[in-house]
């Protein structure tokens, strides 16, 4: 199954930036479809961003299309999303999910990823 670390998130004012990282272990991390996840208090987890096995057809959520850019360094075993123009509704925690497949399916589809990290905060202030 492995494991998945988050960090990066913090306090930032709203049209800051912030990096986030995830650290993957005990998976081949190449074979897996990579994604990050939201949740604001109050809310449903949303899809926010996710990768395929090469990094070359990554899809995002249309709230942050254009603002955010996820990305994967295969060699590291890691996950990024690099946040810009960050808005006081990015405010959630964030998550990131691991999937062995299939290829068929959204990346967007929760139900899919079947590791997950433990989450790291993200506050943006107006």
């Known amino acids: 199954q492995g494991q998945l670390s988050e960090s990066g998130g913090g306090l930032v004012q709203a049209g800051g930036s912030l990096r986030l990282s995830c650290q993957t272990s005990?998976?081949?991390?190449?074979?897996?479809?990579m994604a990050w996840f939201r949740q604001a208090p109050g809310k449903e987890r949303e899809f926010v961003a996710g990768i395929s096995l090469s990094g070359l057809t990554p899809s995002y959520a249309d709230a942050v299309k254009g603002r955010f850019t996820i990305s994967r360094d295969n060699a590291k075993n890691t996950l990024y999303l690099q946040m810009n123009s960050l808005k006081p509704e990015d405010t959630a925690v964030y998550y990131c999910?691991?999937?062995?497949?299939?290829?068929?399916?959204?990346?967007?589809?929760?139900?899919?990823?079947?590791?997950w990290g433990q989450g790291t905060q993200v506050t943006v202030s107006s």
């Open positions: 999910a691991a999937s062995g497949g299939p290829a068929g399916v959204s990346l967007s589809t929760a139900s899919r990823y079947r590791t």
């Open positions: 005990g998976l081949t991390f190449s074979m897996y479809y």
